[in-house]
């Protein structure tokens, strides 16, 4: 065998937090990880959050984000160690030999400068190419990844295109340079079933078409089985297992791989439906301000006290846009939303600040949910004070109760947002939602960035407290894993309308109506072949029609 591309050695990684309340503290992330990487071959990196995953993927860059630093061990790429390069030698690899596709493209292109001229820019500043070849290339690779009229989709500005079109985009700048190595970063962890399916369609075609080898990152096997040959399996900066993808997938060594495979474990009975709801959302029409087209049409569902509507459908369905309309942002052309007997004031000034405590919203992005600058128990904090007047020890001694509710602890109190993993961000969006003591608590794509054992702990969480409280949900979510797991009732949404509506057993029963049938074939399967076998079948049904 030829020498591997990238050879990681011993690799230790670091990092310093500064509590609020003592010296600052030194603490290990990375523990003498090692592995090796052929080219044009695709290596899986899977584990829980915080375990290490990205920190190692963009160490092959020699990259330490948020003050993390490497502290020992070698990460040589094509046998040059690159932790022993200058600045000014670093800049000549990032971008060029190696590049980077981020797990939200809408938070990383630039949204003032068209598409083609972020795609194009890494390849002309290397040198790789000259303005006219860097565009004729982006070309190539837009038609090779599936996206519409490439000729001239890099014309426009990224906000003009879906979601899915923008993370093809972005991987068509990674592979723009000519690089010998990408590092995918969750690249499909935000998107929907079918919409994922497609971009992975499109990474791994790439990736076989330009031998290009690839470092994987993601907490979903399912998705890694399908793109991988190999899968190294982390925890807490550790190396559990690292092996072939058939054989972590169909005979894992190691208790830990086993029920990274064997999860979801949450069985839960549907409730029967209750005539007398908690929420009641009446032919609801919207649209956005100074547009001229609906994007809700009558739009009717109902939530029962202690009970969970899931709200599935593609991006673009209207799924985040109901909760939209139901928390006041964005009032309704037409309609009525009666809340606990009251009818609600469809703009968010109307509403008192007790319809505001029990209606409640956790946010899918929990970057941009919290303040960078304030602590966890600042954070959490804040609705104790708001809603109920807590303040001192009686406040402290509460955070630290909801801590432990989410199974993070008073280690965390003083804490900043850059000093948590993705996980245990939303684990503190969730403890304060909790904090308020809502009736009903919506649920945007909540676990759609945590690994399946820490999103099933997050799942169980909520069901307790749903059985404890009384809290009803409305729970968003594109992930119908998920979906079976907790809801009582679905909501499938295409296009702003309700397309199929009723209780669980009812709506996952056949007959189902096309675009149904094609939300349930496109959740991943864990086994090799799985996305082979879906894109030969949609290929049958078009020749079919």
């Not at 009736?439 to 169980?460: R, Y």
């Amino acid at each position: 065998m030829s020498a591997p591309l990238l050879h990681v050695k011993d690799l230790q990684i670091g990092a310093t937090i500064y509590p609020t309340d003592g010296p600052p503290k030194q603490i290990e992330i990375v523990k003498s990880v090692s592995f090796t990487l052929q080219k044009g071959k695709v290596l899986g990196l899977i584990g829980e959050s915080g375990a290490g995953k990205s920190t190692i993927g963009l160490s092959a860059m020699a990259y330490g984000r948020g003050g993390v630093e490497i502290t020992g061990g070698q990460v040589l790429l094509d046998g040059q160690d690159l932790l022993q390069k200058s600045p000014r030698g670093l800049r000549s690899v990032r971008g060029a030999q190696v590049t980077y596709v981020a797990q939200s493209a809408a938070a990383s292109f630039n949204p003032a400068r068209k598409i083609m001229d972020q795609v194009t820019e890494a390849a002309i500043l290397q040198g790789k190419f000259t303005p006219a070849e860097a565009r004729a290339r982006a070309v190539r690779l837009f038609e090779k990844l599936g996206l519409p009229d490439p000729q001239n989709i890099g014309n426009r500005y990224p906000h003009q295109v879906s979601g899915g079109q923008l993370q093809r985009c972005m991987t068509a700048l990674a592979l723009c340079p000519e690089p010998d190595l990408v590092i995918f970063d969750e690249p499909t962890t935000a998107l929907d079933v079918t919409t994922q399916i497609d971009v992975l369609v499109a990474i791994k075609a790439a990736i076989a078409d330009t031998g290009v080898a690839a470092l994987y990152i993601t907490h979903d096997l399912a998705v890694v089985a399908q793109v991988s040959d190999d899968i190294m399996v982390l925890r807490m900066g550790e190396m559990v297992e690292y092996g072939p993808t058939d054989q972590i997938i169909n005979n894992p060594q190691q208790d830990y791989t086993r029920a990274l495979v064997s999860v979801r474990s949450i069985a839960h009975d549907e409730k029967p439906p209750s005539d007398d709801p908690i929420l009641r959302m009446e032919n609801i029409t919207a649209r956005y301000k100074g547009t001229q087209f609906d994007v809700l049409h009558d739009v009717s569902v109902d939530i029962a006290p202690g009970q969970t509507l899931a709200v599935v459908g593609e991006s673009g369905s209207g799924k985040s846009t109901l909760a939209r309309v139901l928390t006041g942002l964005l009032p309704a052309r037409g309609g009525q939303i009666t809340f606990d007997g009251e009818t609600l004031s469809p703009d968010l000034a109307g509403r008192s600040r007790e319809n505001l405590r029990e209606l409640q919203m956790i946010y899918q992005m929990a970057d941009v949910a919290m303040n960078p600058r304030q602590t966890v128990e600042t954070i959490i904090g804040r609705p104790l004070e708001f809603y109920f007047g807590l303040r001192g020890r009686a406040k402290r001694d509460r955070v630290v109760e909801l801590l432990d509710q989410i199974e993070m602890g008073s280690g965390f109190l003083d804490r900043y947002p850059a000093e948590l993993s993705g996980g245990q961000k939303q684990r503190v969006c969730i403890a304060r939602a909790l904090a308020a003591k809502p009736k009903l608590i919506i649920c945007d794509e909540v676990t759609s960035a945590l690994d399946p054992l820490v999103a099933d702990g997050i799942l169980k969480l909520l069901l307790d407290l749903q059985a404890r409280e009384n809290v009803a949900y409305m729970f968003i979510t594109h992930d119908l894993a998920t979906v079976r797991a907790i809801a009582d009732s679905i909501a499938v949404m295409y296009q702003g309308r309700l397309i199929r509506y009723g209780g669980k057993t009812q709506v996952l029963s056949p007959p189902f109506d096309d675009y149904t049938d094609l939300l349930l074939s496109s959740v991943p399967e864990m086994r090799l072949g799985w996305l082979e076998d879906v894109i030969a079948n949609r290929r049958m049904e078009s020749a079919g029609n």
